[in-house]
């Protein structure tokens, strides 16, 4: 069965606190009428610090679309590059071995796209097959592992290389004055992770995926795109549409897999944010201890999108499970779609 090996995570150079993410919207809107209650909102995301591509006073210009999607080109390549690099290097894996390159990013748009761009700098062979993913958002890296599974299936011994690339950051608008856009500018963060999954490493074996398409949902996460490039939404609803997809989960996981049998031994979970987190913890029963690697990387990191699951993973790795633990990979994206992946710990 495929062994996810331990990830890679590459933050770029510079930070913002969220004192000063706050600061910057309380003065660039200070005549909008819920500038209290929208700042409070910020607060309230629990992230203390993130990583941009640029200094945050880049960040905060206009910038063209034309702009934004240069620098995704220029930043993408060069920071998935190096997570790839160190994810091959910890796997003991050369660039020759990798048969197929699955990569999730859904901030930038390109033609070809970052997994050309990231195979040709790796030197992979010109006969690698490429999967990119670009609207499966914070779902992202769950979606990635479980195709890396499913291709491992129709392959045996074959070698996926995993790269998420994320920056966030490139969305900003500084005149989208919209609850959502107070909120995303507090929560999310630019990040790239990536890892390697083959038969014959230790890791996090991959045992079996699920993926769940909520009916009615396609406005809850979203990007409304026009000339200045993407404006992030998310519906507060959303908390609510993540708990309902929580019994459909819970059957499976139940029918399915020995994870729940009495609960699982480590959680990979993508952050979303408290609440996201704490309907999770309530619909399958999981203690609220097991998200502390998930609350970590939201702090220090913000949300990070489909590098997330990629940056807690890498976390359970510096303090691995004992041999033989049973674990969740579960993330949530734009459709509304769930998606999670069982795994067992090889040591």
């Known amino acids: ?92 894996t ?67 290389l995993v790269v998420a690339v994320e920056l966030c950051s490139l969305s900003y608008q500084p005149d989208d004055d919209s609850i959502a856009s107070f909120v995303s500018t507090a929560l999310f963060g630019d990040a790239a992770a990536a890892c390697v999954v083959r038969e014959d490493r230790p890791g996090l074996r991959l045992d079996a995926s699920y993926e769940d398409l909520a009916p009615g949902t396609l406005g809850h996460i979203s990007y409304e795109v026009d000339e200045l490039g993407f404006h992030f939404d998310t519906n507060p609803r959303i908390s609510r549409v993540v708990a309902e997809a929580m019994p459909g989960l819970e059957q499976w996981l139940q029918a399915e897999t020995p994870v729940l049998s009495p609960g699982p031994d480590f ?23 097991l998200f502390e690697l998930s609350e970590n990387s939201l702090t220090r990191r913000g949300n990070t999108a489909s590098v997330v699951v990629l940056d807690v993973l890498e976390q359970t790795f510096a303090r691995p499970p004992h041999h033989g633990a049973q674990g969740l990979v579960i993330a949530f994206g734009p459709g509304v779609t769930t998606v999670a992946v069982t795994g067992t710990w090889r040591s």
């Open 1 to 92: 069965m495929s062994t996810v090996c331990r990830p890679v995570l590459c933050l770029p150079d510079h930070t913002a606190t969220l004192d000063e993410v706050v600061a910057h919207m309380g003065r660039r809107h200070a005549g909008h009428p819920r500038i209290g209650s929208a700042l409070q909102l910020m607060r309230n995301t629990s992230v203390r610090t993130r990583s941009l591509v640029d200094p945050f006073e880049e960040v905060t210009r206009f910038r063209t679309f034309g702009e934004r999607m240069r620098r995704y080109a220029e930043a993408g390549t060069a920071l998935g590059t190096r997570a790839a690099e160190g994810a091959l290097d910890n796997a003991e």
């Open 94 to 160: 050369s660039p020759d071995d990798v048969d197929h390159l699955v990569l999730v990013s859904c901030t930038g748009y390109l033609l070809p796209g970052l997994d050309a761009s990231i195979a040709n700098r790796l030197g992979l062979r010109r006969n690698v097959r490429r999967f990119a993913f670009t609207q499966v958002g914070c779902a992202g890296g769950a979606y990635a592992l479980a195709r890396a599974r499913e291709l491992s299936l129709a392959r045996p011994g074959s070698v996926t």
């Open 267 to 289: 959680l990979v979970s993508h952050t979303g944010g408290p609440r996201i987190m704490y309907e999770v913890s309530k619909g399958l029963g999981v203690p609220p201890a």
